[in-house]
């Protein structure tokens, strides 16, 4: 078997073998659900994953996210209304100012499953750029956020926003520390994210 290997190539990167094995060169490709092709790129970006199947697992898990950091007593930057809303049990310590902030707790528009990345907008950072964001963000979001690409993303933002469309329209793509980084996210902001999923579906 191991010398058709080597006179045929190798079989298709990310398949189990006895699957590979199986599939000529020509056969379309085995497509992976949104959820887990979200998940597994959002995690090769260096992102923190948490699912949750319920609203109390998503305020246990903000509250393990705040102890394991000691963000307990810090700033928080809020923009949205609709997170001041959902946490107002908290006695959050709100600023909008980035500058003294310790983390920013916000929404977003989308999850992109293509690349691992978060769809954001002036919705939820309003005018601002990431570079003057905090380094640190959580997020909340729910599966039905879920999209394959950027282009069916910014088509949900057109339709949901037909009367004025949001401006500052990006995507959050590297969650990594510097070191970390390669030469294909040079001039991107990293941040250190935890993203907060909601099974909604």
Not at 112 to 127: F, V
Not at 129 to 153: D, M
């Amino acid at each position: 078997m191991n010398i058709f290997r080597r006179i045929f190539g190798k079989k298709s990167k990310g398949l189990p073998e006895e699957i590979a094995a199986g599939r000529g060169k020509y056969m379309p490709e085995i497509k992976i659900p949104v959820d887990e092709r979200f998940t597994i790129n959002f995690k090769a970006n260096g992102g923190k994953f948490l699912y949750c199947d319920n609203l109390d697992e998503i305020f246990y898990s903000l509250e393990q996210i705040l102890l394991e950091n000691n963000w307990d007593k810090e700033k928080v930057m809020v923009i949205d209304d609709r997170i001041k809303g959902l946490f107002k049990d908290y006695k959050l310590n709100i600023t909008k100012k980035g500058s003294e902030a310790a983390y920013f707790l916000l929404t977003c528009e989308n999850l992109i499953a293509d690349d691992g990345s978060i769809l954001i907008s002036s919705n939820q950072i309003a005018e601002k750029k990431l570079t003057e964001l905090p380094l640190n963000f959580v997020i909340y979001a729910t599966t039905s956020q879920l999209v394959e690409n950027i282009g069916e993303g910014l088509r949900i933002i057109k339709n949901k926003n037909k009367n004025k469309l949001p401006t500052n329209i990006t995507t959050i793509k590297h969650f990594k520390n510097k070191e970390d980084k390669d030469f294909l996210s040079y001039g991107s902001s990293t941040k250190n994210l935890y993203l907060l999923l909601l099974e909604d579906l």
